[in-house]
């Protein structure tokens, strides 16, 4: 079994409220949240005002080889928390075999926010006045483009877009990519950049909290929206091994599935999701009492965590009420095809840290959501095994495992 | 590593609904790139708006119970596709174990025309009157998830956005989740639809036809005169399957997918080297050597650039030992389909490989000295065709090939 195992090596964020993943770290286990006013745009005319954005980020400082206004902020983003992840992992691409060194990025809309930026300058300003630049930036395929020429890594890459389980669905099929023996490590994670569509969009829908995110309170008035990027450095054991690397936890398995119900609704009786969290468990060869931490896709809205809820009950039975679960979007929002890569990144660091993150802002659990709930301050317990759900746009649904490494 | 076989395949393209009507004008020479219906586009833009668009269709008749206003194109054109390429393989969803079935689709700019609308909306009229069901297609998963809806499939559902190599990457994709048990069967393809925003950034970055060289309107790729690429739009959908399940189930098995390889340029940016390196890996994976390739169907649209890198790239791997090799360029038909494109190079090697013809490369007068020798005609070639390569590459820097073969072979 040696020969599949999977190890994460390197761990790197961007997120509102911090860049970097002990900055990040220390303001998520001290609940410290960065949900503000929006400031990259008017919201005057809309009901709610609030999002997580990347404030103190500054591109320069992360991309080296290219100059950082030729790539879109969904380039920039994932570079930055992908050159964390890579060094602390100790990947030097003079020692690694660039060849089998792959790249997997989960998104929901990619360059869109350059996309929109280039829109803006056509509605404004005319066609004429649009630059190549700008058009450039808006490709979803240059950011592994990006990417592979910064890191210099050429092995296999892979955009996955698979709205708010993007994240996921490439820390997922970067195992594959590892167990199927096409690559011997791969930085995978998410990035989704703060734009104005999405923000107005989900306005319309009345899916946003004008106050605070609440995920799992009674009280609950939606989601807030964020930006970000998360990145992990995956590996086969055996590569990790050879080259003498840290390991932080070890990868156990994963599940997709898709409700085939509703374009932006989940299916309330969550079906296909408790399915696919069995089916993670049983791929990783986990049972579910070892279970001890769940990182909730918990968005604040009243029909997801609701489901989400039931989902977590069915699959945990009487367990249910010994698994502490934590949304982390009550403090970065939801960042989108990001989300589950940042949770993922959290999901490692409670491993390794033996600390399960606190949601934020809930005062009264929804008795519709009785499950426990890490209110307010972040709980110390060795956390064996974690896991992680998303529940897309789409009813696209994935969930990761993961476990503290325990030598073979 | 499982074999897995291509069972059916279904597409909507300018140059035809569905294989049949695909082979028939392909093979004929026929081209789906046209003067554009003018309700794709806008007054500020450029004029000469030629691309193979897809052409009107009765969604209502042809995908019973769609509901059109919450559906965008993309959207109406993966569900034909998928529909044809379901019934083509004969498999009946009534006995099938849906929660088994997969979805993969490629797609460069899908979700753009949606985002633009419902921007432009917004901003010309004010947020609450923008329209939020157009929002909902905003996402770039919006028409594998409608797949997922439209026939109750509910395997893992993936959409892959990497430019020119989507759809051979969600190929690669959908066999993987095959190969590792996660779905029995996987619909997998690509889709594009025009949009006046994606068009006006091709006409911003002067990669159409027309737009350099003074020659006019032409799409020729590989042609030494060629002047830059036309747009094209469609869907294409294959049915996977192992070919042991496809021979318990006496499912069709049109061609098999042997190999897949990425490839880089690389800090040296040795041009054509990307593209070469992703040819070589993918005929290591499918066990194959340069010389048994019969057909090459190549990425090049056109571009003046990106087709002398092709044309290296095919001589540093084929040299000058294999004067066989055909080679055919596609896209003078069918457009740049862009995420859908290496979908739809791989229905054409099923039809290659089932009429035993090079298919025509359409304008090609004088090809590129850069090619190495082969047999590249703008009609169509006679031959016994069994190994064809397929290349996509995003910029000429991200590349990705695939190997197929015939099935029979496999049988002995």
């Given at each position: 079994?040696?020969?599949?195992?999977?190890?994460?090596?390197?761990?790197?964020?961007?997120?509102?409220?911090?860049?970097?993943?002990?900055?990040?770290?220390?303001?998520?286990?001290?609940?410290?949240?960065?949900?503000?006013?929006?400031?990259?745009?008017?919201?005057?005319?809309?009901?709610?005002?609030?999002?997580?954005?990347?404030?103190?980020?500054?591109?320069?400082?992360?991309?080296?080889?290219?100059?950082?206004?030729?790539?879109?902020?969904?380039?920039?983003?994932?570079?930055?928390?992908?050159?964390?992840?890579?060094?602390?992992?100790?990947?030097?691409?003079?020692?690694?075999?660039?060849?089998?060194?792959?790249?997997?990025?989960?998104?929901?809309?990619?360059?869109?926010?350059?996309?929109?930026?280039?829109?803006?300058?056509?509605?404004?300003?005319?066609?004429?006045?649009?630059?190549?630049?700008?058009?450039?930036?808006?490709?979803?395929?240059?950011?592994?483009?990006?990417?592979?020429?910064?890191?210099?890594?050429?092995?296999?890459?892979?955009?996955?877009?698979?709205?708010?389980?993007?994240?996921?669905?490439?820390?997922?099929?970067?195992?594959?990519?590892?167990?199927?023996?096409?690559?011997?490590?791969?930085?995978?994670?998410?990035v989704e950049p703060f734009f104005q569509t999405p923000f107005v969009g989900f306005n319309r829908l009345g899916a946003v909290a004008p106050e605070m995110c609440q995920?799992?309170?009674?009280?609950?008035?939606?989601?807030?929206?964020?930006?970000?990027?998360?990145?992990?450095?995956?590996?086969?054991?055996?590569?990790?091994?050879?080259?003498?690397?840290?390991?932080?936890?070890?990868?156990?398995?994963?599940?997709?599935?898709?409700?085939?119900?509703?374009?932006?609704?989940?299916?309330?009786?969550?079906?296909?999701?408790?399915?696919?969290?069995?089916?993670?468990?049983?791929?990783?060869?986990?049972?579910?009492?070892?279970?001890?931490?769940?990182?909730?896709?918990?968005?604040?809205?009243?029909?997801?965590?609701?489901?989400?809820?039931?989902?977590?009950?069915?699959?945990?039975?009487?367990?249910?009420?010994?698994?502490?679960?934590?949304?982390?979007?009550?403090?970065?929002?939801?960042?989108?095809?990001?989300?589950?890569?940042?949770?993922?990144?959290?999901?490692?660091?409670?491993?390794?840290?033996?600390?399960?993150?606190?949601?934020?802002?809930?005062?009264?659990?929804?008795?519709?959501?009785?499950?426990?709930?890490?209110?307010?301050?972040?709980?110390?317990?060795?956390?064996?095994?974690?896991?992680?759900?998303?529940?897309?746009?789409?009813?696209?649904?994935?969930?990761?495992?993961?476990?503290?490494?325990?030598?073979? | 590593?499982?074999?897995?076989?291509?069972?059916?395949?279904?597409?909507?393209?300018?140059?035809?609904?569905?294989?049949?009507?695909?082979?028939?004008?392909?093979?004929?020479?026929?081209?789906?790139?046209?003067?554009?219906?003018?309700?794709?586009?806008?007054?500020?833009?450029?004029?000469?708006?030629?691309?193979?668009?897809?052409?009107?269709?009765?969604?209502?008749?042809?995908?019973?119970?769609?509901?059109?206003?919450?559906?965008?194109?993309?959207?109406?054109?993966?569900?034909?596709?998928?529909?044809?390429?379901?019934?083509?393989?004969?498999?009946?969803?009534?006995?099938?174990?849906?929660?088994?079935?997969?979805?993969?689709?490629?797609?460069?700019?899908?979700?753009?025309?949606?985002?633009?609308?419902?921007?432009?909306?917004?901003?010309?009229?004010?947020?609450?009157?923008?329209?939020?069901?157009?929002?909902?297609?905003?996402?770039?998963?919006?028409?594998?998830?409608?797949?997922?809806?439209?026939?109750?499939?509910?395997?893992?559902?993936?959409?892959?956005?990497?430019?020119?190599?989507?759809?051979?990457?969600?190929?690669?994709?959908?066999?993987?989740?095959?190969?590792?048990?996660?779905?029995?069967?996987?619909?997998?393809?690509?889709?594009?639809?025009?949009?006046?925003?994606?068009?006006?950034?091709?006409?911003?970055?002067?990669?159409?036809?027309?737009?350099?060289?003074?020659?006019?309107?032409?799409?020729?790729?590989?042609?030494?005169?060629?002047?830059?690429?036309?747009?094209?739009?469609?869907?294409?959908?294959?049915?996977?399957?192992?070919?042991?399940?496809?021979?318990?189930?006496?499912?069709?098995?049109?061609?098999?997918?042997?190999?897949?390889?990425?490839?880089?340029?690389?800090?040296?940016?040795?041009?054509?080297?990307?593209?070469?390196?992703?040819?070589?890996?993918?005929?290591?994976?499918?066990?194959?050597?340069?010389?048994?390739?019969?057909?090459?169907?190549?990425?090049?649209?056109?571009?003046?650039?990106?087709?002398?890198?092709?044309?290296?790239?095919?001589?540093?791997?084929?040299?000058?030992?294999?004067?066989?090799?055909?080679?055919?360029?596609?896209?003078?038909?069918?457009?740049?389909?862009?995420?859908?494109?290496?979908?739809?190079?791989?229905?054409?090697?099923?039809?290659?490989?089932?009429?035993?013809?090079?298919?025509?490369?359409?304008?090609?007068?004088?090809?590129?000295k850069a090619l190495p020798p082969c047999r590249i005609s703008s009609q169509s070639l006679p031959r016994p065709i069994t190994t064809v390569l397929i290349n996509t590459?995003?910029?000429?820097?991200?590349?990705?090939?695939?190997?197929?073969?015939?099935?029979?072979?496999?049988?002995?």
């Open positions: 079994m040696t020969d599949n195992r999977v190890v994460i090596t390197g761990l790197g964020v961007v997120a509102a409220n911090g860049v970097g993943k002990d900055a990040f770290w220390r303001a998520i286990t001290n609940g410290v949240s960065a949900i503000r006013e929006v400031t990259s745009f008017d919201t005057s005319d809309l009901h709610t005002h609030l999002a997580a954005e990347v404030l103190d980020f500054c591109p320069e400082r992360h991309i080296h080889r290219r100059p950082a206004h030729s790539m879109g902020r969904a380039a920039q983003l994932a570079i930055a928390a992908a050159r964390e992840a890579l060094a602390d992992a100790g990947i030097d691409p003079q020692r690694v075999n660039p060849e089998r060194a792959g790249i997997v990025v989960g998104t929901t809309q990619g360059e869109a926010y350059d996309f929109e930026q280039a829109l803006i300058t056509r509605l404004k300003e005319g066609y004429d006045k649009l630059t190549t630049a700008e058009v450039r930036r808006a490709n979803h395929g240059a950011i592994i483009n990006h990417m592979a020429a910064e890191f210099q890594l050429y092995g296999p890459a892979v955009i996955v877009a698979t709205a708010c389980s993007a994240g996921n669905y490439a820390v997922g099929y970067a195992g594959d990519l590892i167990r199927l023996g096409r690559a011997d490590v791969v930085v995978a994670g998410g995920p799992f309170d009674l009280n609950r008035k939606g989601a807030i929206f964020g930006e970000g990027s998360g990145f992990l450095v995956m590996e086969s054991l055996a590569h990790a091994r050879k080259r003498g690397a840290g390991i932080y936890a070890e990868f156990r398995g994963y599940a997709l599935s898709c409700d085939a119900y509703h374009p932006t609704a989940p299916d309330p009786e969550g079906r296909q999701a408790a399915l696919m969290i069995r089916q993670a468990l049983s791929r990783s060869q986990v049972a579910p009492e070892s279970v001890n931490y769940i990182s909730a896709h918990g968005t604040g809205t009243k029909a997801n965590d609701r489901v989400e809820a039931r989902v977590i009950k069915d699959v945990f039975q009487a367990n249910t009420g010994r698994i502490p679960v934590s949304s982390i979007k009550s403090m970065i929002g939801h960042t989108m095809g990001a989300a589950a890569a940042i949770e993922a990144v959290c999901c490692v660091l409670a491993i390794q840290h033996g600390v399960a993150p606190p949601t934020i802002n809930h005062f009264e659990t929804d008795p519709a959501c009785n499950i426990d709930v890490v209110a307010n301050v972040a709980r110390e317990l060795p956390i064996r095994v974690a896991i992680n759900n998303s529940f897309a746009f789409g009813g696209n649904n994935a969930c990761t495992v993961f476990s503290r490494f325990n030598q073979p | 590593m499982k074999k897995i076989v291509v069972s059916g395949i279904g597409c909507v393209s300018g140059v035809g609904i569905g294989y049949a009507e695909l082979k028939a004008n392909l093979l004929g020479g026929a081209s789906g790139v046209r003067e554009l219906s003018l309700s794709l586009m806008e007054e500020d833009g450029p004029d000469r708006r030629m691309a193979a668009e897809a052409p009107e269709l009765n969604f209502k008749e042809l995908l019973p119970g769609i509901d059109l206003k919450a559906t965008d194109r993309a959207t109406q054109f993966v569900l034909l596709a998928a529909k044809l390429a379901l019934e083509h393989a004969g498999l009946n969803l009534e006995q099938l174990d849906r929660s088994k079935i997969a979805v993969a689709l490629g797609t460069a700019e899908t979700g753009y025309t949606s985002l633009a609308r419902f921007y432009r909306d917004f901003f010309e009229r004010g947020a609450w009157q923008a329209n939020p069901i157009m929002f909902a297609n905003t996402p770039i998963n919006v028409p594998a998830a409608r797949v997922a809806m439209y026939f109750g499939l509910r395997g893992p559902n993936a959409t892959i956005s990497n430019g020119q190599t989507s759809s051979l990457k969600a190929l690669a994709y959908g066999c993987d989740l095959i190969r590792l048990g996660q779905a029995d069967i996987a619909l997998v393809g690509g889709v594009e639809s025009l949009s006046p925003e994606t068009y006006y950034a091709y006409h911003k970055l002067r990669a159409l036809t027309g737009q350099k060289r003074n020659g006019g309107w032409r799409c020729a790729p590989f042609d030494a005169g060629r002047n830059g690429l036309a747009l094209g739009e469609g869907a294409v959908v294959l049915a996977l399957q192992s070919a042991e399940r496809a021979e318990a189930t006496n499912s069709p098995q049109l061609i098999e997918i042997a190999g897949f390889g990425s490839g880089w340029d690389g800090p040296s940016r040795v041009n054509g080297r990307a593209l070469a390196t992703a040819i070589e890996n993918a005929l290591a994976e499918a066990q194959a050597r340069p010389c048994d390739v019969d057909l090459a169907l190549a990425n090049a649209n056109g571009s003046i650039a990106g087709d002398r890198l092709e044309a290296k790239a095919l001589r540093m791997v084929f040299g000058s030992h294999h004067s066989e090799l055909g080679v055919s360029a596609i896209k003078a038909a069918t457009g740049e389909m862009r995420g859908a494109a290496g979908a739809m190079q791989t229905a054409v090697a099923a039809i290659a490989i089932e009429t035993g013809q090079i298919p025509p490369t359409l304008n090609l007068r004088a090809p590129d590459s995003e910029w000429s820097a991200d590349s990705f090939s695939l190997v197929v073969r015939r099935c029979e072979d496999l049988r002995g």
